[in-house]
């Protein structure tokens, strides 16, 4: 079943199209990575999806049925610009979220003191938010996401203002939360974040849509046949008709290596072959696209051949 | 509807908790009581304090005679039978406060009397002098003109006017202009004051959540006019308390310091001292006079309906409180900081004002004019103009008409505030101005 269907949704403002009959499909329990530079529309998407916004045409379904309002309930929003009321004790604050999003407070309160003890701070109760520091802050706003347990958590930016110890946290939460079941979508930049997450992804440019697919196949669908190669001795020469050699490095003392592109239906296995006769292979390795560059060159408004030819030159 | 309440609760429980809150509440009943009490006191210190002040008095005239039978409250008059520079040296080799000197004089053209003072004498006791000299030379007028002071008395009347409004059922009821004006005067003021503090209360908590960006997380659960709505009611509820606790404590602690002083009462001491000294018929029945004035007094306040105004008061408070609550709420959601709201503020003040105003130069002057009657009747002045009016007996049928214009008036500006509310919340770093208010509203859902 699918968690999200966006369907042909648009946004307009006045004096520019925020979202250009964009459609997204989201499955269930994965965690799916929406990607895009600023101001291509991703927030606007997500508050749509939040109904804190309405789209101007097109439908939006969660879970098989039609955006309605208590669907906010089964829905958990970490929003890119965190904000908890500074004046509010903990407790007293991930209390009213949660209720706020439906829970009774016995089970609120409940929940809170499983979720302190989680993230060890069950001691934070009665220190009000604007005496954390913004890590800590970060962390109470990643509970009230998630203490009612939504199906579907929509996270902006999760890992910004975290350390690296905090951040692995998080995303051991994370992997925990789609473990149950949760469908969980990733706003970010960080590429890193997507690669080692994302099990989908989907690519907003410029108000529309310009990539989608699970993250696997978007790789696959730009992988240009390009391999690398570490050996000894650079006295060789490939058949021409076969590769082509776009660069080569000295790495260290003969030691030398080697992008290469095999033509068409051309594997690697060949390629392998084929070196062994002239050269001492140290090393060799397919050169995959990482999501950076997809994203970078996509952007860049480049089509699916410039891509794969700036692929080829890294 | 539950998410309201919670919003509601929320509001309400954070600002009565604060410590501002809690000394607004305690301090404000005080101060009242305190200045009554103050003043009071300050007046019984004084009187206590105040002795007689020695007078020389260095008389040549040979009629005023001011000698000890003489003396008042304020005054010991010395008489001193030297010439006037022996008199100054004697004067000033004392402490006293003053010499008097009254030359032979012309009765109907009294000129030449002088006071030698070592300091700047208070132009009161100059005055108290001056008086006791008046009365001095009416006297001497008086034989003059051969008319004893009985035939005086008898020409000396005193005329109340008994004010009594004659309603068009012929029923009669005593009024007095004076409790009613400063009741619309008071109610008219406290209308103003409560609008313009708590509406301001509004704007500050929305421009709070939406600084600290708290409020994209509240309207992912709860519409944004839910919130706007759960706000408004929240404070609303503050003001509210607040205001039943400080009548409360208020009318508590000035009976208190009243019943604490009323016994020292200074007016009733020297009524008291006066009932002493005199013993004659007509000094009681002016004693009398007071009273019947005050029963009088007392019969009006009787006769204000005290309900009706109270009832009037919290309607149009509340209601001008949600009518303009609703467009501080939405200049809230459209600046990022208060010094940012000014210019949208004034044009939601200026009404304010302008019923503020309306208040001293037209409603208590003259209640029933047509400037009174359409300030009372226009939603936007009603709330500070109606409160001012109503203890002036304001036809029922104006009443009504002004209070369904003014659910009317607070049911369209929440619906029009709302509808920027929504956007502006959300919207952060932009230049916002007229066109772009008109925008927001315009937006569509």
Redesign the interface.
Same mark, same amino acid.
């Given at each position: 079943m699918e968690a999200l269907i966006v369907k042909d949704v648009s946004k307009y403002y006045?004096e520019h199209t925020a979202l250009d009959k964009v459609s997204i499909t989201i499955p269930e329990k994965t965690i799916f990575g929406l990607l895009g530079p600023n101001g291509a529309g991703k927030t606007t998407l997500i &508050?749509i999806i %939040? +109904? @804190? @916004? %309405?789209s101007?045409s097109g439908e939006v379904l969660v879970f098989g049925e039609k955006l309605r309002?208590n669907h906010?309930e089964i @829905?958990g #929003?970490l929003?890119e610009? &965190?904000? =908890? #009321?500074? !004046?509010?004790k903990v407790g007293d604050q991930l209390l #009213? =979220?949660a +209720? =706020? !999003?439906g829970l009774s407070r016995k089970d609120a309160l409940a929940r809170i003191k499983v979720w302190l003890e989680k993230f060890e701070i069950k001691d934070w109760w009665h220190k009000k938010v604007e005496d954390l520091s913004k890590g800590m802050a970060q962390k109470v +706003?990643f509970i009230?996401t998630v203490l009612h347990e939504p199906k579907l958590i929509i996270l902006d930016e999760p890992f910004s203002g975290f350390d690296p110890v905090n951040a692995e946290l998080i995303t051991e939460k994370i992997l925990e939360l789609k473990a149950n079941g949760s469908t969980i979508i990733f706003s970010t930049h960080r590429m890193e974040t997507v690669e080692s997450l994302c099990d989908h992804i989907a690519l907003l440019n410029k108000s529309k849509k310009i990539l989608e697919g699970p993250k696997k196949q978007v790789k696959d669908q730009f992988r240009s046949n390009t391999f690398l190669v570490e050996h000894r001795g650079n006295h060789f020469s490939l058949p021409s008709e076969k590769y082509e050699l776009k660069k080569q490095a000295v790495i260290e003392d003969n030691l030398f290596s080697s992008t290469i592109q095999a033509k068409e239906g051309i594997k690697g296995n060949q390629l392998i072959r084929d070196l062994i006769d002239i050269t001492e292979v140290y090393s060799f390795q397919e050169k995959l696209p990482s999501m950076a560059d997809i994203f970078i060159s996509l952007v860049k408004g480049e089509g699916d051949d410039a891509l794969k030819k700036h692929l080829q030159e890294v | 509807m539950n998410k309201v309440w919670l919003i509601i609760q929320r509001e309400f429980l954070t600002r009565v908790r604060k410590k501002s809150f809690l000394i607004a509440t305690v301090v404000v009943p005080l101060i009242f009581p305190a200045i009554i009490g103050g003043l009071i006191y300050i007046m019984m210190k004084e009187a206590e304090s105040a002795k007689p002040d020695t007078v020389m008095v260095m008389d040549e005239s040979g009629v005023i005679n001011l000698d000890s039978s003489k003396n008042t409250k304020r005054f010991i008059f010395v008489p001193l039978q030297t010439s006037l520079e022996q008199a100054k040296k004697t004067y000033n080799e004392t402490k006293d406060f003053a010499l008097l000197y009254i030359p032979k004089f012309n009765i109907s053209k009294p000129e030449g009397l002088m006071i030698y003072t070592q300091e700047n004498p208070s132009i009161e006791k100059i005055g108290d002098l001056e008086s006791i000299l008046q009365d001095r030379v009416r006297d001497l007028k008086l034989q003059e003109f051969k008319i004893d002071k009985e035939t005086l008395k008898n020409l000396k009347t005193s005329i109340n006017l008994k004010q009594i409004n004659l309603t068009k059922t012929g029923e009669e009821k005593s009024s007095n202009s004076g409790i009613l004006y400063g009741l619309g005067f008071a109610l008219g003021i406290m209308i103003y004051v409560f609008v313009l503090v708590y509406g301001i209360q509004i704007m500050q908590g929305v421009i709070d959540e939406k600084t600290s960006k708290v409020v994209e997380v509240i309207v992912s659960s709860v519409k944004p006019f839910q919130l706007m709505l759960g706000k408004i009611v929240g404070i609303a509820a503050v003001g509210v308390t607040q205001f039943a606790i400080w009548l409360i404590l208020i009318s508590f602690l000035s009976s208190g310091v009243l019943g604490y002083f009323g016994l020292k009462m200074p007016q009733k001491q020297a009524m008291e001292q006066m009932a002493k000294k005199v013993q004659d018929e007509d000094v009681k029945q002016a004693m009398n006079q007071p009273n019947s004035h005050i029963k009088e007094l007392l019969g009006n306040l009787g006769e204000i309906p005290f309900a009706k105004i109270a009832f009037v008061f919290v309607f149009y408070f509340l209601g001008g409180y949600l009518l303009y609550g609703a467009l501080f709420a939405a200049v809230g959601s459209a600046v990022e900081s208060i010094q940012e709201s000014q210019q949208f503020q004034f044009p939601i003040t200026l009404p304010l004002l302008i019923g503020y105003f309306g208040l001293f130069m037209f409603i208590l002057r003259d209640p029933h004019g047509s400037v009174s009657f359409w300030l009372s009747i226009i939603p936007f002045t009603s709330p500070v103009a109606m409160v001012g009016r109503i203890a002036f007996d304001v036809p029922t049928w104006q009443l009504l008409l002004s209070m369904a214009l003014l659910i009317g008036g607070f049911i369209l500006t929440t619906w029009i505030a709302g509808r920027i509310y929504r956007v502006g919340i959300l919207m952060t770093g932009t230049k916002v101005n007229y066109r772009v208010l008109a925008k927001w509203f315009l937006m569509r859902e």
């Open positions: 006045a &508050r %939040n +109904q @804190i @916004i %309405n101007d309002p906010v @829905i #929003y929003p610009e &965190r904000g =908890l #009321y500074k !004046k509010m #009213y =979220l +209720q =706020l !999003k +706003q009230s | -």
